[in-house]
């Protein structure tokens, strides 16, 4: 029997446990579970929750790492007719307290200790900051918990909300986006086919979220694959469980694509068909040695978690498509890019890019988000054109251009562009004030081990590549690693240290 594509999530696990009970489905560090054990837990749990008696549509709110409880309360939550809310283990305080005071929980499933964090304490001091009483349950690192109840369970209907996804928040507080049954499960069948996934498909997750991690707990069940959960991100972990567990598919941010690229001499990567990213543009130069040096395909989606419209090129595409762009709309997503009056541009011309369709958000949890969407359609703030193909191209955020005395600079075209030269692993550029020009490129690099490229030598890789004068940073901020916010690069964090950076480099003033 073959997947329908109005087949739910708890629909295709029923079907998996009934056809292979006994196939490999879900992976951590502490259990494998067939897909007969992933069905029985999740029959456990929806009967648990419903000997609470809990509300239709009441909020489970996940604190948790990438473990298998990540996955299986997702599907338990709605096989239960309850609104699942994870937010990752890497979100402190502050964080957790901003989404718990809006979704105002009934139930709440997170880790007791994990990585010296007590995060039992950490969660009864927000909870009784908010006044809330919700039901609880502990993930404990020693083994899978274990929900057990015979309570009544009525799954959600495709219109109600099944889960929201909380942003990495950006601007300082995280977005709620809110997903019916019906828009994750057109992502999920559409996702499972673009990347011709099947049972026979091992997909590695580098770490929660909702960016690659997508493919793994929305199309996966759907395909019938197995997923492997890496509960803490480590280039040495991950290449040992892609040799030991025969990983097809490995699902990353391109920060960490690249950080296992560059300990690739030694590791058995002869499994993998995909390298499949999302959250930020993969460099052109890091998909194609990606490429080179496994044999395996790189696939780099365009979306984001408080918009839930996609792009990806096809597994066939060339790789001028594959590495230099984001492919076309997917799942009945449509997408135009206009000018700042909101009229949609020609090839070739860069504007806002925009969007809508069926695999969109339904709202947001009392904050911001909505202002996002005008007449219809999903402003998400990012630069881009359309090729005379028809792929899309992205070449930056609104925000993020650097205006250095009247004129535009991408920093992702200079990233890109960095990112070729050999002495530079990792790199972000960001706009820092100057009196004189308003802001100045500075670039921010993370160097390949044991090399220290200078500003001028650095300057000289990028006029060699043809960028224009006004382009060049001239100031440089060497680091040992990029900040992040989730699975994006923290801007923010980088103009901070950049002010507060005694050892900031200068160009001369005339290079400007």
Sequence with gaps: MTARCDETLTAALE??????PGAAALVDDRDRLTWGAVKAWVDRAAGWFGAQRLPRGAAVLGW????AELYLVRLACEQAGLFWVPVPASQGKRELASIAERVRPHAVVALGRFRERDFASELDEVLAALRLAPLRATVRPEALLDLEGAGPAEPLRPEEPAHALATTGSEGVPKLAVYTLAAACARAHAQAALLALSPADVLLTLSPGVGPARAAWLAAPVAGSCVVALPVFGTEAALELIAAEHTTIVCGSPSQLAMLAARLEHADTSSVRLWYTAGAVLSASL???LEARTGARVVS???GADFGGWAAPALDDPPAVRHGTVGRPRGGTEMKVIDPEGRALPQGAVGEVVGRGPCCVGGYLSGPGSERWRDGWFHTGDLGYWRDD?????????KDVIIRGGDNVSPSEVEALLRTDPDVAEAAVIGVPDTVFGERV???????AGRAPGLESLRAHLRGAGLAPFKLPERLLLLEVLPMVGDKIDRRALQQRAADSASLVHAERRAS
Excluded: F, K, Q, W
């Design 15 to 20: 079907r998996h446990a009934r056809e292979r």
């Design 64 to 67: 948790l790492p990438n473990c």
């Design 287 to 289: 998909a194609a040695e």
């Design 301 to 303: 989606t365009y979306g």
């Design 390 to 398: 028809g792929n899309l191209v992205i070449v930056g955020r609104l």
């Design 442 to 448: 500075c670039a921010c690099i993370v160097p390949v």
